[in-house]
């Protein structure tokens, strides 16, 4: 394995890697990162090759290399992403497949990860354990979701199409259960994937065999990957944090600055947008991403795509908050909307369910007061959409703006620079996480998003809608 080569390596101070990081001018656990994401591939082939004739090899093999990831990685702190495994299994089996499982499986495992936060996460962009424990996290308590949505159908009870689709009857086995842990593609990084699909893989309910262009839609995949890497590269590079913390970044007028803050963010969602492509085409590869429910244009071919945690067409040409959110770190909405969003249905309350859901997101990605001030930007902006959308569409000048070819693409431009200039805004607390921090790029920035989004509903809103009435 080259994981425990290279451990191996390092620990004898043979290990090429900390040269190579320093000769690109990344830091040792980044290049780590990368390395380990571009092996999953060569993994997924020689599983094809010598492991897929043999099920009984299956799980021990993806367990044998997601444990060579993660050693490689974060050495014995790999330990801290079995234990909350062990506990879904113990409390399965001792509690059943309901309610209070459910509970115990996101208490204990919140619980673990803000802590792990509390003791490991510094001012700097960290990768630690707690990498691929917040996306283990997710896992699990989606499981404990699953196996009581499989016990509301064993008592017929109604469930949504979705809930249909990922629903357990059946206690996960113990070997099946720290393979879906350590899936090698998805194990740093994500994407998400249900313990359903995991087992309709692992049983070959996929054509695999007989749907040979899967390989071709992963090279197309890999090869997406790698350029985004590149441009991120190049990008971020040009456009940096630091310069917008400097002296320099004021004497560029408000409008550049402004502007050069929502190119730095975009080059920034590079970082992960590469990542997860270079994830997933892994994934594709091994023959996880099989979505049967889709067919292709032609009608003729399956979609690969059921692992997929970027829609690039819809992010690059995105006009709206709306479609940052729809394209860009799919598997995550989805947890969000299904496992939170949707099950406090009860509260009876949209925007209290939606704040709810993005509290939750972001505890889950840190303590830091950046992340709850990002969210709290999405929350604001999303509000600020939805409600002005809604109020113009109904117009005669709305409609004819958008009936006008010219006057479309002009509106089509500016929109796109409002996406881009406030995504930009939005991910400054995400980066710098610091409240001294992103207040002073703020500050830089003139408070522009502030202006713009936190007074809509209490001055914005009633002057639009008074023009509205006069029209």
């Keep these: 394995m080259l994981g425990l080569l290279l451990s191996l390596l390092a620990m004898a101070n043979l290990s090429p890697v900390p040269y190579i990081a320093s000769l690109l001018g990344t830091t040792e656990p980044a290049l780590k990162l990368l390395i380990s994401i571009l092996f999953t591939y060569p993994m997924a082939y020689m599983y094809h090759k010598y492991v897929w004739p043999h099920r009984q090899m299956r799980n021990l093999y993806f367990i044998a290399c997601g444990f060579d990831i993660a050693f490689f990685n974060f050495g014995m702190s790999m330990i801290h992403n079995l234990i909350p495994a062990l506990v879904i299994h113990c409390s399965t089996m ?56 499989g016990r509301k159908l064993e008592n017929n009870e109604t469930l949504s199409e979705n809930c249909m689709k990922t629903a357990l009857t059946k206690r996960p086995g113990f070997l099946e259960l720290i393979a879906f842990v350590y899936f090698p593609s998805c194990f740093l990084i994500g994407p998400l994937f249900s313990f359903r699909r995991y087992l309709d893989f692992l049983n070959d309910h996929y054509p695999v065999q007989e749907e040979k262009h899967f390989s071709k839609v992963a090279m197309t995949r890999l090869i997406c990957g790698l350029l985004y890497l590149g441009a991120f590269q190049i990008g971020g590079n040009i456009f940096t944090m630091e310069y917008m913390q400097s002296e320099d970044f004021l004497q560029m007028s408000i409008i550049s600055r402004n502007l050069y803050c929502g190119v730095w963010g975009h080059f920034i969602l590079y970082k992960y947008i590469s990542c997860w492509l270079l994830a997933e085409a892994s994934a594709i590869r091994f023959g996880l991403s099989y979505n049967g429910d889709m067919k292709s244009e032609d009608k003729k071919t399956s979609l690969w795509d059921g692992c997929t945690n970027i829609k690039l067409w819809r992010f690059e040409s995105a006009t709206k908050f709306q479609h940052y959110i729809d394209s860009f770190n799919c598997n995550t909405n989805h947890f969000a909307a299904e496992y939170i969003y949707k099950r406090l249905k009860f509260l009876g309350n949209r925007n209290l ?55 479309k693409y002009f509106v089509y431009f500016i929109l796109k620079l409002y996406t881009l200039v406030f995504m930009g805004w939005s991910l400054v607390p995400f980066d710098v996480k610091v409240f001294s921090k992103w207040w002073e790029v703020y500050a830089n920035l003139y408070f522009s998003g502030f202006i713009l989004f936190v007074p809509w509903a209490f001055v914005y809103k009633r002057i639009v809608l008074a023009l509205k009435k006069a029209m």
């Design 94 to 149: 001792l509690l059943g497949s309901g309610m209070w499982n459910v509970i115990i499986t996101i208490i204990f495992n919140m619980t673990y990860l803000v802590l792990g936060y509390f003791y490991t996460e510094s001012e700097n962009y960290d990768i630690t354990w707690t990498m691929p424990h917040c996306v283990l996290t997710l896992k699990l308590i989606a499981l404990s979701f699953d196996l009581w949505d």
């Design 353 to 407: 369910s939606q704040g709810l859901t993005l509290l939750f997101l972001a505890l889950w990605h840190g303590v830091r007061s950046g992340y709850y001030m990002t969210f709290l930007m999405e929350f604001l902006i999303i509000y600020f959409e939805k409600e002005f959308e809604y109020i113009i569409s109904s117009t005669n000048i709305y409609k004819r703006m958008w009936a006008n070819t010219y006057v």
